[in-house]
C-alpha cells in the first residue's frame, strides 16, 4: 500500500482527497500547514504529497523547500492560483508536477499515478544497462542515484527521469515537447516553460558552470540534447 501525504489548510479539501486516495486503496496521511507536513514526512515512509502553496505558519513553498534538502520525493502542488508564474515558482523549488483548484478528482487521481509510477519504478523492470556513465555524470538506475565527477547529485524524480531519458538517447535532439510526452506520460500542454526549469535544475546540479553547459546543450528552435555518448 503506497502512503500519500495530503498538506491543506482547507480541511474539507483534506477530507475530499482523503475519500478519493483511500477509495483507490491509498494510505493517507494528513496536515494542514507545511510544518506538521514535514513533521509527518520525517516520521513515516511517503511515497508522494500533495501540498497546497497558501498555507499559515509555513507555506507549501518553504516546505517544499525544506524537503528537497532531504527527500526526493513526489510532490504534487495544489494552488487556487492559475498565473503560470505560480506553477513556474512551485517547479522552481522542487515540485514534480501541479494541479489548479478546483480539482477534477479523475485528472487528480492521474496525476498521482503516473507520478508514483515514475517514482517507484524509475527504469521498470528493465537490467540494460543497470549504469550510464557520460563524461563525469554516472546514473545507477539500480540505486537512483547520479554522481557528477564523484560527488552525489540531488536530483528530484522528475528531474532523474529527464537525465536518464537524455542519457539513454545521447547525441539526439529533442524538442521540449517530446521530452514531456515520453517523461510525463502525458499530452504536453505549456512544456516549453516546464522542462525550461527542470533543465535549468539539472544544469545548475550537474554542470561546472551551468551557464556554459558541458552536457545538456540547447540546440536553438529544436530543443535539447544531452552531449557525448554512453561508456
Request: proline share 4%.
Amino acid at each position: 500500500m503506497y502512503t500519500i501525504l495530503v498538506c491543506d489548510d482547507e480541511q474539507d479539501i483534506v477530507s475530499a482527497l482523503e475519500i478519493y486516495l483511500t477509495a483507490e486503496g491509498y494510505r493517507v496521511l494528513k496536515a494542514y500547514n507545511g510544518k506538521e507536513a514535514l513533521a509527518v514526512a520525517a516520521r513515516e515512509e511517503v511515497h508522494l504529497i500533495l501540498m497546497d502553496i497558501m498555507m499559515p505558519v509555513m507555506d507549501g513553498l518553504t516546505a517544499m523547500a525544506q524537503l528537497r534538502q532531504t527527500s526526493n520525493v513526489p510532490v504534487i502542488l495544489l494552488t487556487a492560483k492559475s498565473e503560470d508564474t505560480d506553477k513556474v515558482l512551485g517547479l522552481n523549488v522542487g515540485a514534480d508536477d501541479y494541479i489548479t483548484k478546483p480539482f477534477n478528482p479523475v485528472e487528480l487521481l492521474a496525476r498521482v499515478r503516473s507520478q508514483l509510477r515514475r517514482y517507484l519504478q524509475l527504469g521498470g523492470g528493465t537490467v540494460q544497462p543497470s549504469t550510464l556513465v557520460i563524461g563525469g555524470v554516472r546514473l545507477d538506475d539500480n540505486a537512483k542515484t547520479v554522481t557528477v565527477d564523484g560527488e552525489n547529485a540531488a536530483l528530484t524524480p522528475k528531474e532523474y527521469d529527464i537525465l536518464r531519458f537524455l542519457m539513454k538517447n545521447a547525441g539526439t535532439v529533442f524538442s521540449p515537447s517530446e521530452i514531456y510526452r515520453r517523461v510525463w506520460d502525458d499530452v504536453p500542454l505549456n512544456a516549453a516553460g516546464a522542462i525550461a526549469v527542470h533543465i535549468r535544475h539539472l544544469r545548475e546540479k550537474i554542470e561546472i558552470n551551468p551557464s556554459e553547459p558541458r552536457y545538456i546543450k540547447v540546440v536553438w528552435g529544436k530543443g535539447y540534447k544531452m552531449e557525448g555518448g554512453i561508456k
